[in-house]
Each structure stands twice: as structure tokens, then as C-alpha cells.
């Protein structure tokens, strides 16, 4: 699998504190193996309460368990309420009514219009309505041609028309609003003429061109996607990207491991490097590698090759085992283990963090923490997509509610982990067009498979997320916006964002369906700090694995001094200049004017984190 599998020695007993000797002190202890914390007071209350848990409340949380399944996760009842909330106000409200009916008779004008147009003028008739620019749905030069221009023109009307009717409803709630309207578009994208064999011009063209071939290339797809679903398998043509053979080869050892992580460190490419490391955390919800692909586009071994010491963590994938981990664990055995650990290796007391995604949202509350408690290890922060803000979290946030919170951690309270299938479901349907219907269409009835990618096959990796830590995600960052408004606790008191006092970096992607980069723009805003703001084209994976020669990136930038007015995004979008190519050079010169002078390398490992076995360790391989 691209990686040994290490001795039992090496890491029998991981949680097992009294094999240290019990008179070391704090950071000796952190310091003496592959031990470094004693289990939480969360992971202990936890177990409390579910022994605790009333034979009611069981019942309730197995009905649940059993009912996930069928509705992918989401709960139906969020959605119910959502439905009703519009339809009651909108029986309500008779000029709404009114105006949709207005609205109804204006559209069917406009295409009886474009009908006659077209018998006048054939192909050269002017449509009545233009998909946005992102719909690629109706490009082919079939659907110019009667019958389909009408079929396309009626369809792209009709969602016009209930966008008004999801919309503007007086007094629904905004967020039931969104509800409605995003499924409302989630049913009008599957009913798409496009979606069907007999309303597509491509494909009966492809049809007639290859006499039924492409159904029959579609049907052994479709058995073969089928197949490996139900076995549990990547889909076809991952397994060309073997972990440690064609992706996350960049060379290095794994020198630290604890019940959660593995450290990586990476090899130099240089003679002399920056004086401070660089420590990356990923997060949890998707494999570390991500950031260390193809060679080509391995963002790892860019730094390297530009002359940074370079630590990577690589999460566990957790299993029912680690069900009691809390948000608190995953900072302590996560990112101040992994510190203590690099300070220890490279001798240096500045260190450089990186938090991607969720990685970043860990690591702005271990700094705010390491900040409050005069803990100042760090030389800046740099934040890749990632929000602190979860106030506006885009449309990721429809699928977050009390009710959905309930039901998901219901879900989870049955296997001891949120399976990523379900994560999966959601992010697919931000954007079903892609994603779903017009993958469906070129795969099944156009028989026309693309080829794998790294990207594609990273994607494919799934992960879990334990229930505990999940449950403290959803509820204390995405329901109560804790860590915003100054709520959130670490060791029993609070933190604040704006302690935090070292140079930061961040990168929002244009086209983020998970991270909006308006909600990550808000850095600027809540942090008392210089904070250089990138904004890339791309979007939440790609716009970060942005390689140097990329021939569709562009970025633009902001350099926001401390204690000045914050910009508007928008405005400030609006007249920033774009450069074209990667963002990454842009992040390296930032790193390189707020680091030393370049030195010697430090060793691979140190006493007593000692080369365990090569990158990419052993939990990357987890399934």
C-alpha cells in the first residue's frame, strides 16, 4: 500500500500514560514518546452521560439510526417545515399570487414571441432567456434547433419562474427562504430536458452517430459504478493513484504518532533553509494529501523546493474506537502535539502554522488559546479556505439546523461516526448540475467516461468524523457561532480572536461552495492584525491546488494593515487588480520577508521523535 506497516512495538499502548515516569513534568511528558496528553474531562463526561442516557431517549436515537439511511442523512422533517413555512405565507399573500400569475403570463408571452421568431427567422431568432454563464447545460448547437430551442426555452422560463416564486415571500423566514429555493432547484435541474434521451439533441445525435454503442459503453459504467459502491470500492480508475506510489510521494518520515496523528516531516531539497518550520494541518474531514498530489501540483513539495523545513499531520481515520473524541482532543493531540513535537525537532521557538478548511478553523482556536495563555511559539498563520465565521457559511449551511444537528448526531450515536458518504451527498448537491445530472448524462447515456484524475481520485478517499467531535463542530461553530462572538472555551475559559498578535495569511477561492470567501474575508475584520488576503479563481479543493503554469488561475490581493478600516469585499473585488497564475509564489514571498536568514537544515528526527517509517505513514492508508 505504498508505505511499511510499523513494528507493534512502535506503537503499542498509544493512550497508555503511566509508562512515562510520573515525575517528569508537563512538557518532558509531551516530549518522552509517542504519549503526549491524558484522555479529556469532555471524553470522561461524555461516557457519563451516554451510561446516564434514559432508555427513552435510546429509543428515540435508534428510530433515527435506522431512519437515516433512507433519507441520505437529511432530516425530513427540517425540510417539512421549511415547505410549510412558505406554502402557508405564500396562500396568504394574494399580490404575490398575483404577480406569479402575472409573471406566468409574461413568460408564456415571451416564448410564443421567440416561437414565432423562430418560424420567421430559423435559427437566427433572438432567445428569450440566457442560462448564466456557469450553466453548460445548453451549449451544444442541437438545442438552437426546433423543437429543442423551445424545450430548452420553456425549461430555463419555468426556473425563472419559480426562482420568483420561492423568493420575496413575505414573511418566511430567510433561511427557510433558501431551503425551499435550493430544492426547488434541485428538482427543476433533475427534470431538465437535458437529463433526458429523448429532449437531448447531444445525445440522440450521439446516439444515431454510434447506432447504440454509447448506451451500451453507459450501461457497463453504470454496473461498474454499481458494483464497486456496493463492494465498498473507489471508483474506477483510483486505484491508478496509489497513496505512496503516484500521489503523496514527496519524500519524508513519519517521527511522531499518537492515537490521532501521524507527524510527517519532509526531507530537504535545499542546502541552506528558513530558520522557522512550517507546520501544515489539514483538516479532518479529508486525507492530508490533498496538499502533496502529483509532483506537479504537490503544494508540499513546492515549499520544500523553495527552502522551508516542511511538517505535515496526517489524521487518523477514525473508526467507532474514537467516538468520545472531542473538538478539544483534536487540538490537543492534533496541533499542540504536533507543535511540541517540532519545536523539539527543529530546535526553533517560531514556527510558522498552516490551517486548510476546517484545519484552519482548529488552528485560529489553538492560537487564540496559545495567545491568551502568553504561549507565543508562533511566527504567523496562514489560513487556506477556512472560516472562523460561520455566521454566512453559504449554502452548506442549509443543510445545518437544530433539527439536522439532532438527526445527524442521532445517526452518529449508532456507529460512533459520521461516514463520509453522507458528506459526500451534501457537497454533491451544492452542485448537482456538475456533479450529479451532467456527470450522469456523458457517463450512462453518452458512454463517455473521463479520465481519472488525482484531484478526482483524492476526492474518492473518503474519511470519518468521530461523533463527538462532530457534535461540537456543528453545535458550538455552525449553530452558535461560538467562536465569533468570543464563547468558545478552551481548558474552561474563553477565547478571544483578536489576541491573536502574529502576521497572518489567508486565501479565499471564488467559486467555494464550502467555504464562501466572503465568510473567510471576515478575517480581515475580526482579526487586530496585518492580514494579506488573497482572493483565487477555483474553487474550495482546486482553487487551492493552484501549481505554478495552472493556464486558468488567476488571484488578487489585499494587504490590509493592522487598525485601519476593513474594505468592503465586494467593492473591494470589484477594482483589485488580477494577476494572472498561481497564488503561491505570492505566499512564499510573504513567508520568506517574515522569516530569518537561511541556515542548515535540521536532522529528520530527534531524540526522542526518532524516523518511524517513510512518508505517507499509516493512517493516510486507513479506509
Not at 153 to 174: E, I, K, P, R
Not at 225 to 249: H, L, M, N, T, Y
Not at 364 to 384: H, T, V
Request: charged share 20%.
Amino acid at each position: 500500500m505504498g508505505a511499511p506497516v510499523p513494528r507493534e512495538s512502535d506503537v503499542a499502548d498509544l493512550s497508555v500514560d503511566a509508562q512515562l515516569p510520573k515525575d517528569m513534568s508537563a512538557k518532558d511528558r509531551r516530549q518522552g514518546g509517542l504519549v503526549a496528553y491524558p484522555a479529556s474531562e469532555s471524553v470522561v463526561e461524555s461516557r457519563t452521560a451516554q451510561e446516564q442516557e434514559s432508555v427513552f431517549r435510546l429509543a428515540d436515537r435508534q428510530f433515527h439510526a435506522a431512519w437515516a439511511p433512507l433519507t441520505f442523512g437529511l432530516s425530513p422533517i427540517s425540510l417539512a417545515g421549511a415547505w410549510w413555512d412558505w406554502a402557508l405565507h405564500l396562500a396568504t399573500l394574494p399580490g404575490k399570487q398575483y404577480e406569479l400569475q402575472v409573471r406566468a403570463v409574461e413568460n408564456w408571452s415571451k416564448l410564443f414571441h421567440y416561437a414565432w421568431e423562430c418560424t420567421c427567422q430559423g435559427q437566427g431568432a433572438t432567445p428569450c432567456v440566457c442560462p448564466p454563464p456557469q450553466d453548460r447545460r445548453f451549449q451544444h448547437r442541437g438545442w438552437q434547433v426546433f423543437p429543442f430551442n423551445m424545450l430548452h426555452q420553456a425549461f430555463l422560463l419555468g426556473q425563472d419562474w419559480w426562482h420568483d416564486a420561492t423568493t420575496s415571500v413575505h414573511g418566511v423566514t430567510a433561511r427557510h427562504e433558501r431551503l425551499v429555493e435550493f430544492y426547488s432547484r434541485q428538482f427543476l435541474d433533475m427534470m431538465s430536458p437535458a437529463n433526458f434521451v429523448a429532449t437531448n439533441p447531444e445525445i440522440i445525435e450521439q446516439t444515431v452517430k454510434e447506432h447504440g454503442a454509447n448506451f451500451m459503453r453507459g450501461l457497463g459504467h453504470a454496473t461498474e459504478d454499481i458494483g464497486r459502491s456496493v463492494s465498498g470500492q473507489r471508483p474506477a480508475g483510483a486505484e491508478d493513484f496509489e497513496v505512496g506510489k503516484r500521489v503523496a510521494v514527496t519524500p519524508g518520515e513519519v517521527i511522531f504518532r499518537n492515537e490521532l496523528i501521524e507527524l510527517i516531516q519532509y526531507k530537504p531539497k535545499t542546502e541552506k533553509v528558513r530558520p522557522e518550520p512550517i507546520l501544515i494541518i489539514p483538516a479532518w474531514i479529508m486525507k492530508y494529501y490533498i496538499l502533496d498530489l502529483s509532483p506537479h501540483n504537490s503544494l508540499i513539495r513546492y515549499l520544500v523546493a523553495q527552502g522551508f523545513t516542511v511538517f505535515c499531520i496526517s489524521w487518523r481515520n477514525p473508526g467507532p474506537e474514537l467516538r468520545d473524541m472531542s473538538m478539544d482532543d483534536y487540538r490537543r493531540l492534533g496541533v499542540m502535539a504536533a507543535l511540541d513535537v517540532v519545536e523539539t525537532v527543529t530546535g526553533r521557538e517560531k514556527v510558522h502554522a498552516v490551517g486548510y478548511c476546517l484545519g484552519g478553523t482548529l488552528l485560529s482556536i489553538a492560537a487564540s488559546a496559545m495567545a491568551r495563555d502568553g504561549d507565543d511559539r508562533l511566527a504567523s498563520l496562514s489560513f487556506f479556505a477556512a472560516e472562523v465565521d460561520f455566521e454566512e457559511p453559504g449554502e452548506l449551511g442549509l443543510f445545518i439546523d437544530e433539527g439536522q444537528v439532532s438527526f445527524i448526531e442521532d445517526m452518529m450515536w449508532q456507529s460512533g461516526y459520521l461516514d463520509q458518504r453522507y458528506m459526500a451527498g451534501a457537497f454533491q448537491m451544492l452542485r448537482s448540475q456538475d456533479l450529479i445530472w451532467s456527470r450522469m448524462v456523458h457517463e450512462y447515456l453518452m458512454g463517455d467516461r473521463p479520465d481519472m484524475t488525482d484531484l478526482m481520485a483524492w476526492n474518492a478517499d473518503a474519511t470519518r468524523m468521530p461523533y463527538r467531535m462532530q457534535s461540537d463542530y456543528l453545535r458550538k461553530l455552525f449553530l452558535g457561532n461560538d467562536l465569533a462572538q468570543g464563547r468558545f472555551r478552551v481548558d474552561g475559559r474563553p477565547i478571544q480572536l483578536e489576541c491573536i498578535e502574529v502576521p497572518v495569511f489567508a486565501v479565499g477561492t471564488t467559486t467555494d461552495h464550502v467555504a464562501p470567501w466572503h465568510s473567510v474575508f471576515k478575517l480581515v475584520h475580526l482579526l487586530d492584525v496585518e492580514v494579506d488576503f488573497v482572493l483565487t479563481s477555483g474553487g474550495h479543493n482546486a482553487g487551492i491546488v493552484s501549481e505554478i503554469g495552472h493556464p486558468r488561475r488567476s488571484y488578487q490581493v489585499l494587504r490590509h494593515p493592522r487598525a485601519t478600516p476593513s474594505p468592503d469585499p465586494d467593492a473591494w473585488a470589484a477594482s483589485a487588480p488580477r494577476k494572472p497564475g498561481s497564488w503561491w509564489p505570492e505566499w512564499t514571498a510573504w513567508l520568506s520577508d517574515i522569516s530569518g536568514k537561511p541556515t542548515t537544515p535540521p536532522p529528520l528526527g530527534r531524540v526522542p521523535y526518532k524516523p518511524m517509517y517513510p512518508a505517507p505513514g499509516t493512517y493516510v492508508l486507513e479506509r
